[in-house]
Every structure is written in structure tokens, then in C-alpha cells.
């Protein structure tokens, strides 16, 4: 299985500022996604990153609030732009292998907004 | 609208039984199901995926089985193990996209 690394682990941020989240996966994969975490909540997708293309977003999600950018196989950021508290979350990225139904997770990013 | 749901309520159980888990949902034919293991400050781990054709499927202590008339998945672990205190999360899903519960705490005690 894959290993994926998320940056930041963890940061606190004042409302309307924007954070970036970097994905890294150790392997090339296909299929890269982003969900949220919220407290008590289970986890939402947000967004399926595609590889050399624009990514594909849930219902309720838009791409002025949460950009993403996939510039190759490995690796995959999630900006939450113009936080308000709302946005306090964990942030998950997976992957997955075309073919495959299986995702495997990173750690997450746990966020808090101001 | 799509629903999932499985218990809220935490499960507490003794080391050495079996614990069962339950996963129901509406309005949804997924082509199959998956369940998670996430502990504290830690993301998802996979360990089951059973297909809509399919009844039961086991891994070591593990046993899942699907009822798509009853719309619900069970998911039991057998001998159970402190170790093995966490939330269990189940997911359906049809093609790539995942559908996530809200998870159930299970904790083990000695």
C-alpha cells in the first residue's frame, strides 16, 4: 500500500488568511482525493484531484474556496482560501489506483481557524 | 436523500468477545462496501471490501457480511483485543467515489 505524508500536521489560522495543504505520495497513483473531517461529522468529499486536468468537485464544494492543484503522479494541494471557523477541520487526502476501490489515507491535517 | 448510518452510541466490550458492528443505509444500491479503521489523530485504514454479490467475506478475526435487501452491514471481530479499541468506519460506494458513515467507538477492555 501506499505511504502519504500531509504538510502541515496541524496549524492555526486567523479568519480570512488561506492555507495550503500538501499531499505526497511515495508511489505513483492514479486517483488522489480530499476530504473533510468535521467534528463528529464523517468524512465529506470535497474533491477528486485529476492529473493534467481540472479537479472534480462535490456537491457544495467550489473550486474559489477550495483550489487544488495536481502537477503529477505523486503529489497534490488543497488550498482553503478566506477561512472563517467554519473551516476549523481535519483534511484528509487519499489515494487510489484506477481499477482499484480501495483508498488509502494519509495522517491529515487538523486545522483551526480564528 | 443518501443516508448511512451506523451506531453513535460507543460499543464497550470485554477482551476475548466478539464485537458486531453495524452499518444500515437508504436510498443507495452501492456496488460495494468498505470498512475503515481510524484511531486518534490518525487517518482511515482500510481492512474489508465486500461486493454487492457478494454474502461474507473474512480476513483473520475479521468477518463482514452484506445484505442488500436489508440495505445493512455487519462487521465482526472476533477474540477482540484491547488493541483493537477504536471508530470503525464503514463506507459504500459505486465506482471511485466513497460514502463514509459517521463511524462507531469501540473500546475493549480487559
Known amino acids: 500500500s501506499a505511504v502519504i505524508s500531509q504538510k502541515p500536521s496541524r496549524d492555526i489560522c486567523q479568519r480570512g488568511t488561506s492555507l495550503t495543504i500538501q499531499c505526497q505520495v511515495d508511489?505513483?497513483?492514479?486517483?488522489m482525493f480530499w476530504y473533510r473531517q468535521q467534528p463528529g461529522q464523517s468524512l465529506t468529499l470535497i474533491a477528486t484531484?485529476?492529473?493534467?486536468?481540472?479537479?472534480?468537485?462535490e456537491s457544495g464544494f467550489v473550486i474559489d474556496k477550495f483550489p487544488i492543484s495536481r502537477p503529477n503522479l505523486t503529489f497534490s494541494t488543497l488550498t482553503v482560501s478566506n477561512m472563517s471557523p467554519e473551516d476549523s477541520s481535519i483534511y484528509l487526502c487519499?489515494?487510489?489506483?484506477?481499477?482499484?476501490?480501495?483508498?488509502?489515507f494519509g495522517p491529515g491535517t487538523r486545522l483551526l481557524v480564528l | 436523500s443518501q443516508k448511512i448510518e451506523q451506531n453513535s452510541e460507543a460499543l464497550n466490550i470485554q477482551e476475548g468477545k466478539t464485537a458486531t458492528l453495524t452499518c444500515n443505509y437508504t436510498n443507495y444500491s452501492p456496488a460495494y462496501l468498505q470498512w475503515y479503521r481510524q484511531d486518534p489523530g490518525r487517518g482511515p485504514v482500510f481492512l474489508l471490501l465486500?461486493?454487492?454479490?457478494?454474502k461474507e467475506k473474512r480476513k483473520e478475526r475479521l468477518k463482514v457480511t452484506f445484505d442488500t435487501t436489508l440495505k445493512q452491514s455487519l462487521f465482526h471481530i472476533t477474540a477482540s483485543q484491547p488493541a483493537d479499541s477504536a471508530t470503525y468506519l464503514c463506507a459504500l460506494g459505486t465506482g471511485y467515489a466513497l460514502n463514509f458513515g459517521k463511524g462507531t467507538s469501540l473500546l475493549v477492555t480487559p
Open positions: 508511489s505513483q497513483v492514479t486517483m
Open positions: 487519499s489515494v487510489a489506483d484506477r481499477g482499484e476501490e480501495t483508498q488509502y
Open positions: 465486500i461486493r454487492e454479490n457478494e
Open positions: 484531484a485529476n492529473q493534467g486536468s481540472e479537479a472534480t468537485y
